[in-house]
């Protein structure tokens, strides 16, 4: 696994993606909802649609968004206590709950398709587009999540979600 | 308490300790009791799903990147200039200034965190400069920065709302009171614990820089104005303002880079606020799951009867409540009380009388507090980073801060006009 | 003893809420009719989620009795259920009673072939309450008065072409934010049962209220198909009567409280008009056409026809 091996670069691709979805997603929720605004406030139109189109959207966000934090590991947690641990315990511990992770997931993934199937077929109120599409986004979220669990298990993140790099230093 | 339920608050106690993120260790003992109460697992994805289908909690990603944008176009450098030249001329100014600009960032910036991450390292080497020691500095800079949590806009308070159906301008506006009595409180204790130490003040500015200052500083100091103005003026409802703040932040991002943004930081801004955000929007979805069974097992009549069962005064009561959740502050995340234990305890308001608002508000900031307190606190740990200063070098400073805030706390508790007289002012509640 | 879930999104006071008052009712004629063979326990607030959530429960059979309201109605995945959401179909509780009752054979068939397509039966359909509009300074007596007016309403189609009918802009907000966008001018007003405008304080940061009655809020009381086919013949029985002794409960508790409410509302400050025949019928001649074609477009002309063909039978009466 060099640098530039196959799974390397899958990992690359597949972290690149989710986080190209979830930007677009915020974009498009900021538009759509200063949109509503503006429409409504300046022009006297609503489109009744935006609502579920910007929450929907949000929706998408939050779960493959999940799947970005997770490999940069930003899901709040506590480390405090296995802080105290003995290294090799820390270690054994984390795979553990990297087992346990992979099982929520594995069930997210499984009752998340299984609700979209189920219960897709209620049309939202206002899209009129069938609820399987939106309840569609626990599935791929969890999926999502799991690939990048598998990863992380390897490889350390390839897109930074840091935030230190950003902040303007005072230049006196 | 049946068995399932049992193991259900073990598994999530023992995933939690266990540095399992807290939102999957919320799925996974809710599965745990789903197998083993006999109950539909579906359940789980269907009430996760549900937990975040709604157009107010929108605000928690709109403010966290109305707060990055701002970040990105040198508020926080800006409002320290000004708040340096208010009250930079005091005895031990560099302090208030540090208070101050703060409070300042707190109308912009939703959260603590945000707070200590941009103004901190300014801050604490500035009061350092003018003869206060790092600890001290850093112990001011992490205690203020409780004022960013409450004062509007104010992530935890969305999230109160979202989860308990309070109304969310009415507590927004009803954290602006409460922040300024922080600020004020805080510089009590600055002036109290410093009056004899020999701190330097600021140069004094000529009028021409200080004009300069100001005029730099107004489009920034407009963020509050805006937000809140533009609720009660009816252009837009609270979840439209935060993303009305987006707007103006991306304003003012444009006319600092001169319309040239940096396409990559864009990129970097909008992925860091979507992502922290998704990471809470799960969190609150997982715990509709938990509340799902909460409530499957009459969790919230049980500690309404144990607690009307010690004493059914109300000043009792709320002293109950603010001692646990103190006690909760101490030792675990904000996050999890907001999500479990806010909506068992806020039932309780109808019996005891007590306007939701006034409670979600002083709840919220009580939980705020156990940000900066020891054992556990995700201010106290971000400061630690940031200003590089180890968490015991800091807390030795802490607690006349601390107390501050308890005053307030106490205050707005039993004296809820504090919290509910803008709001009520306003028409709101 | 077999226990038995039931659930709705009303707080648990039987002498203010329709719905809790059925429920209640429903619970003890069900364990007196089958002597306790049954046991019903009761979820009120929507412990157990909300109506959505309600919906695929008991599409999965894990709650027995749940209360939905027409917006989920008309999702539950039998799309023409959404007739209900048409305005003025209905002049009273009386006559919705008459018109949508579970013995009348257009709404037997409804039922069996919403049961056939989605596994949901409906055992029954109540009047919830009718929607008034409110509105803060103009006072709306005749649809010209609407004009220009910025109107939240749901997000259910046939009510935004009512208000775009009518010359208002339909505005749908969150109903989490609503008082706060009345209070402050987002919206010009907003359309609600009287039970709600209470609720929610509406009054507050309203001055005038017009009852329109335009469309009653229908509520369906819902189970699984497949158990309610599972049980026996006798049990069935029991749980239909139970039923109708509850509905006589749920609908002597609306009516009561919207007339106690809307004289609440009027206590409050708020400019109360009552429109006559006359005026109801200027609405109704201008919204008609427009949602009918909606509803043509999207059910079909022969379930529409034959809908109205239905309702005909009891204009004359009410
Ligand atoms: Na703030
Ligand atoms: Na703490």
Known sequence: MGPNGPIRRLDRFFQLLFSNIVVVALLLMVIVVLTLVIGRSAFGVAFFWGEELARYTMIFMAFIGGAVALRSDQHPRLTVFTSMLPTGVQVWLERFLAGCLAVTLAVLLWQGLDVALHDGRMKTPALRIPYFWIYLAVPLGAGAMLLMLLFKQFLPPAVSVDEQEDVKEVTE | MNAAFAWMLVSFGFLTIAGFPLAFAMILACIVYFVLAGEPLYLVAQQFFNGIDFFTIMAIPFFMLAGELMVASGTANRLLKFAQLLVGRLRGGTGYVNILASMLFGGCSGSSIADIAALGRMQTEMMTRSGFTREFSAALTVSTSIKGAIIPPSIPIVLVGAVTGTSIGGMLIGGLVPGLLVAIAMAVAVFVTTRRQNIERSGRKTAREAVRIVLASLPFLAMPGIILGGILSGIFTPTEASAAAVGWGFVLLLAETKFKPDPKLLWRIFLRSATLSAAVLLLTGASNVFSWVLASEQVPALVARTIFAITENPILVLLIINVFLLLWGLFMDMLPAIFIVLPILMPLTGELGIDPVHFGVFATFNLVIGLITPPYGTALFTGSIVLGIPIERMVKHMLPFFLAAIAVLLLITYVPETILFLPRLMDLL | ?318
């Not at chain 3, 300074?137 to 072409?161: N, Y």
């Not at chain 3, 074609?293 to 034959?306: D, I, S």
């Not at chain 3, 063909?309 to 009410?318: G, I, K, L, P, V």
């Open chain 3, 1 to 318: 003893q077999e226990q038995l879930k039931a659930t709705w999104t009303d707080p648990d006071d039987p002498t203010t809420a329709p719905v809790t008052a059925y429920m209640h009712v429903l619970e003890s004629q069900v364990e007196r009719n089958t002597g306790d063979a049954y046991d019903i326990e009761l979820y009120p607030n929507g412990q157990l989620g909300d109506q959505r959530a309600m919906v695929q429960q008991v599409s999965r059979g894990s709650l027995h009795f749940a209360n939905i309201a027409s917006g989920v109605l008309a999702s539950l995945g039998y799309p023409q259920l959404g007739i209900v959401d048409m305005p003025f179909l209905f002049k009273s509780r009386a006559h919705f009673n008459a018109s949508m009752n579970r013995d009348n054979p257009f709404i037997a068939k409804l039922m069996d072939d919403v049961a056939a397509e989605t596994g949901i039966r409906i055992i029954s359909l109540h009047p919830y309450g009718f929607r008034n509009m409110t509105t803060k300074d103009t006072a709306v007596e005749t649809p010209e008065d609407m004009a220009g007016l910025r109107m939240r309403t749901m997000e259910v189609v046939p009510h935004q072409k009512m208000m775009e009918a009518l010359g208002a802009t339909p505005v749908p907000i969150p109903y989490l934010e609503l008082y706060t966008s009345l209070q402050t001018g987002v919206v010009d007003g907003q359309e609600n049962p009287p039970s709600n405008i209470i609720l929610q304080r509406f009054y507050q940061v309203q001055g005038h209220m017009t009852e329109t009655q335009h469309v009653m809020t229908v509520g369906a009381v819902i189970t699984n198909e497949e158990w309610w086919q599972g049980l026996s013949e006798e049990d069935r029985t029991a749980i239909l009567a139970a039923d109708a002794e509850a509905s006589l409960a749920h609908d002597g508790i609306g009516a009561v409280n919207d007339l106690l409410g809307v004289q609440t509302i009027r206590d409050e400050g708020v400019e109360v008009h009552s429109l006559g025949p006359d005026q109801l019928e200027a609405f109704r001649a201008a919204t008609i056409e427009p949602t009918k074609a909606w509803a043509v477009e999207q059910f079909g002309e022969e379930f529409v026809n034959g809908f109205f063909e239905h309702m005909a039978d009891y204009d004359a009466r009410f």
